[in-house]
């Protein structure tokens, strides 16, 4: 099992910026990714971002050049460095982990919420 643990959320003016963590802890493998979805009232979950263990990462189109995502792997902690927030930015904001063996194991934070007001 994967304990994860956000913090970061809260309310922002549009242009304002925000950064989320999220802690893991737990049985996690060397191989692995962590990253963060979304989901506005209404709407279907969403990818927002992804890093690999190695670093990769990969953005969804609507954040690429305002969000950065990162993670500190001797901490096992992610982050999601928003800049130029929107108000369509809002939404409840979950971390995800997954372990990477012969299966994926996914694991789900409880989320936090992101306000942009315009």
């Known amino acids: 099992q994967v304990q994860l643990v956000e913090s970061g959320g809260g309310l922002v003016q549009a242009g304002g910026s925000l950064r989320l963590s999220c802690a893991a802890s737990?049985?996690?493998?060397?191989?692995?990714?962590m990253g963060w979805y979304r989901q506005a009232p209404g709407k279907q979950r969403e990818l927002v971002a992804g890093?690999?263990?190695?670093?990769?990462?990969n953005y969804a189109d609507f954040v690429k050049g305002r969000f950065t995502i990162s993670r500190d792997n001797a901490k096992n902690t992610v982050y999601l460095q928003m800049n130029s927030l929107k108000p369509e930015d809002t939404a409840v904001y979950y971390c995800?982990?997954?372990?990477?063996?012969?299966?994926?194991?996914?694991?789900w934070g409880q989320g936090t919420q992101v306000t942009v007001s315009s």
């Open positions: 890093i690999t263990s190695g670093g990769s990462t």
């Open positions: 995800n982990f997954q372990n990477r063996g012969q299966w994926v194991w996914n694991y």
């Open positions: 737990g049985s996690i493998f060397s191989i692995n990714t």
